[in-house]
């Protein structure tokens, strides 16, 4: 529908809505927007932005340094949200790279709730059967919670880059 004359009229072919704010721009050979979800929309960045697949989860799952409960359940919950964050954490190989002790250490230091158990003779991750927990977790396996080095406080961030 669009607005003409103080009259609303039906479109009756293909149509096109411009939004009055920019998505994106190109600066300097760099793309810069405001709304991953709304870049998506109108740009294909596939090769930019990867998310696990089922099979990704279940391989996640099985893992030496995880115990998931419920696989399906873990399937079942996993939004786009989610299957990005485990995507990237199995892409940093934080879990090969850091001891579950050291990631318990530092948990606690950031009062984020992280529960292990010994599962022949290791310890390991429990991963939450809840969304919420699941995500604080995740957050936090992503490296998404950092100490500023001169306070001391800390934060959490919803972007990073290497520096």
Same mark, same amino acid.
């Given at each position: ?8 009229? &039906? %479109?009756? !072919?293909? !149509? #096109?809505?411009?939004? *009055?704010?920019?998505?994106?721009? +190109?600066? *300097? !050979? =760099? ?12 740009? $294909?960045? @596939? ?8 099979? $990704?989860?279940?391989?996640? =799952? ?9 696989? =399906?359940?873990?399937? @079942? %919950?996993?939004?786009?949200? +989610? ?8 892409? @940093? ?8 002790? $050291? +990631? ?16 022949? !003779? ?8 809840? &969304? ?5 977790? #995740?957050?936090?396996? $992503?490296?998404?919670?950092?100490? @500023? ?10 972007? &990073?880059?290497?520096?």
């Amino acid at each position: 529908m669009f607005h003409s004359l103080n009259v609303y009229r &039906k %479109i009756e !072919g293909i !149509g #096109l809505t411009i939004d *009055n704010k920019l998505t994106a721009i +190109i600066r *300097n !050979g =760099a793309l810069k927007f405001h709304s991953f979800h709304l870049l998506r929309q109108i740009f $294909d960045v @596939s090769e930019y932005y990867k998310e696990a697949t089922d099979v $990704d989860i279940q391989q996640f =799952a099985n893992m030496a340094c995880v115990s998931v409960t419920n696989t =399906a359940n873990l399937v @079942s %919950i996993s939004d786009t949200w +989610i299957r990005r964050k485990l995507w990237l954490i199995s892409q @940093s190989q934080i879990l090969q790279k850091v001891p579950v002790y $050291d +990631i318990k250490a530092v948990a606690a230091e950031f009062n984020i709730s992280l529960d292990t158990k010994m599962e022949n !003779g290791s310890e390991k991750i429990e991963i939450p059967d809840t &969304k919420k927990e699941l995500k604080t977790l #995740l957050r936090f396996l $992503d490296e998404d919670y950092y100490k @500023s080095p001169l306070l001391q406080n800390r934060y959490l961030t919803n972007s &990073k880059r290497l520096i």
